[in-house]
């Protein structure tokens, strides 16, 4: 099974501040590749798909990249509505899987 | 609009089963793969199963392989996860997702979820 590992584990940052996560993939997986926003009580938002393609309507700060095993989440101007859990997922091969999360506060 | 609405969950002792159902509107059920993720409390996101546009096609997380089986009904538009053998750390929301395309692609739409509790 492919197994994914998020950094960091959590983060505090202020408002407008950039943020990045990254996510290694344990082999190879193209840029068959999602990062999802999940909001405290609220359902998994799909952000970015194929590495590096947004979502429609989701705001420009955020931006996905890599491709092989490393991939990062860019938010290149914290706002308030970003504190959230932020996961990566493979969906280059079955099982598919989730990184652990990273929890993003102010 | 797209909308998925999970149901069939609950309280239930260890070694029963539970029929989770998603019904599904606001797209062409029949042409999207499905997928169902679990989140255990306070824990992350977890793949469970999913199934292709047709139903032909079916894949299994380990940890449940051989006592879930994921099925659908396109005449009914609903979706489902029969969970026999529970066990304690099957407790979690089940969220019922779409399928980008037909199979094995990631996942853009979401329900709600529903809550299965696994406890004497």
């Known amino acids: 099974d492919i197994q994914l590992t998020q950094s960091p584990s959590s983060l505090s940052a202020s408002v407008g501040d950039r943020v990045t996560i990254t996510c290694r993939a344990s082999?190879?997986?193209?840029?068959?590749f999602a990062w999802y926003q999940q909001k405290a009580g609220e359902v998994p938002k799909l952000l970015i798909y194929?590495?590096?393609t947004s979502q429609s309507g989701v705001p420009r700060r955020f931006r996905g990249s890599g491709s092989g095993t490393d991939f990062t989440l860019t938010i290149s101007s914290l706002q308030p509505e970003d504190v959230a859990t932020y996961y990566c997922?493979?969906?280059?091969?079955?099982?598919?899987?989730f990184g652990p999360g990273t929890k993003v506060d102010l | 609009q797209v909308q998925l609405v999970e149901s069939g969950g609950g309280v239930v002792q260890p070694g029963r089963s539970l029929r989770l159902s998603c019904v599904a509107s606001?797209?062409?059920?029949?042409?999207?793969?499905m997928h169902w993720v679990r989140q255990a409390p306070g824990q992350g996101l977890e793949w469970v199963a999913m199934?292709?546009?047709?139903?032909?096609?079916?894949d299994y997380a380990d940890s449940v392989r051989g006592r879930f089986t994921i099925s659908r009904d396109s005449s009914k538009n609903t979706l489902f996860l029969q969970m026999n053998n529970l066990r304690g750390d099957d407790t979690a929301v089940y969220y019922c997702?779409?399928?980008?395309?037909?199979?094995?692609?990631?996942?853009?739409?979401w329900g709600r979820g529903t809550t299965v509790t696994v406890s004497s």
């Open positions: 997702a779409r399928d980008a395309w037909n199979y094995k692609y990631y996942m853009d739409v």
């Open positions: 606001g797209f062409t059920f029949s042409t999207k793969g």
């Open positions: 199934i292709s546009d047709d139903g032909r096609e079916t």
């Open positions: 082999e190879a997986i193209g840029d068959y």
């Open positions: 194929t590495a590096s």
């Open positions: 997922q493979q969906y280059n091969s079955a099982p598919f899987t």
